[in-house]
């Protein structure tokens, strides 16, 4: 390579591992009050998020030395097969635990064990000195290892990116609209669009084989890091948790519960299809995450309370109406649909 591409190849390197570094550093030393009192809930997978971005300190070698062929083949395998492994982990760790679905944790590492290996065997050749990879494995098997590396990682996370559009198609954004309360759906969105954005350019940069359309990826994951960590540092999760101070608190949660229970139950305010928690909340003249923290901790969540209450209405209905139908009990119990009140049905069936 000129000497002007190679030292543009290493400050684009040096750039993208700077900016994880500091992308990095932020996730672990800030978080939004107060939300920073609950970060295991506000913040999924944050231990996750920072190893994944200290990861980038591998691309060392290949900043120090950027016109090496052992670097170069450290820094093709880093961001093929080992940021697309880094895509599906960050997916699969925030939302997993979001969904308290932990199977995802040993197949994950199973497949990514031989990316990894690829790296570090990788890493070992640019920084030892001797025999290169050149001269020990020829460059077209080299190439074929890492093409297919990316392909099985790509595989998995096509995987993860599936569970999460359909996570994302059968939750509401909160516990606001009789739905999961927690799933952050526009995130969700979010990250599936620059998951799927970044996937694409690294193998664009894959199979153009060429150090400075690398350079310019690394570049643009850079960026992309930035937007990633303003999206991911405020909170996405509803539910602030309320802490009772003593026994006046206690009162005032007793309070709010029969208030709750009364305009929910008493004022059949659950056969509103379309009831969100902030009419609760204006109803029983409380704000929405103190409502929602009592109903979370006393009548087990928003939309279990209130679909329960539906499921009951419709069996009653159907009981006092024998003629009626199924639609009909559903639509005056509630429900939006018969459609919906199956899938309700369904999920507490589960």
């Not at 084989?209 to 643009?220: E, F, K, R, S």
């Not at 309370?305 to 006092?320: D, G, M, S």
């Amino acid at each position: 390579m000129a000497q002007g591409v190679t030292y543009f190849c290493g400050v684009a390197a040096a750039i993208y591992i700077t900016t994880s570094l500091v992308v990095a550093a932020v996730r672990w030393f800030h978080m939004c009050q107060p939300y920073d009192e609950h970060p295991e809930y506000y913040y999924p997978g944050r231990p996750y998020v920072i190893g994944v971005f200290l990861s980038s300190l591998f691309l060392i070698p290949y900043v120090i030395q950027p016109g090496s062929t052992d670097a170069w083949y450290l820094c093709r395998i880093f961001f093929l097969p080992i940021t697309i492994f880094h895509f599906t982990i960050l997916l699969l760790a925030y939302f997993g635990i979001v969904m308290q679905w932990r199977r995802w944790r040993v197949p994950s590492l199973i497949a990514g064990l031989p990316v990894i290996l690829a790296l570090l065997t990788a890493f070992v050749v640019a920084i030892w000195p001797g025999e290169t990879v050149g001269t020990a494995i020829s460059r077209q098997a080299v190439d074929i290892i890492f093409l297919l590396l990316g392909f099985l990682i790509t595989l998995v996370c096509i995987y993860a990116l599936v569970i999460l559009i359909r996570w994302a198609r059968n939750f509401g954004n909160e516990d606001s609209y009789s739905n999961p309360a927690d799933f952050p759906v526009v995130t969700a969105r979010r990250w599936i669009l620059m998951v799927v954005t970044n996937v694409v350019l690294a193998w664009i940069a894959a199979l153009t084989g060429h150090p400075v359309v690398m350079a310019v990826l690394q570049l643009l994951y850079a960026v992309s890091s930035v937007v990633f960590i303003i999206t991911a540092l405020p909170a996405n999760r509803s539910h602030l948790p309320e802490v009772p101070q003593e026994s006046k608190a206690v009162r005032a949660h007793d309070e709010l519960l029969m208030a709750i229970i009364t305009v929910i139950e008493e004022q059949n305010a659950y056969l509103n299809p379309h009831l969100t928690l902030q009419d609760v909340a204006d109803r029983c003249g409380y704000s929405r995450s103190y409502v929602s923290g009592v109903i979370k901790s006393d009548l087990g969540g928003f939309f279990s309370y209130i679909n329960k209450l539906r499921l009951e209405h419709v069996a009653a209905y159907l009981q006092e109406h024998p003629d009626a139908t199924v639609s009909e009990a559903a639509t005056e119990s509630g429900f939006s649909s018969r459609q919906a009140y199956y899938k309700v049905k369904a999920r507490f069936n589960n």
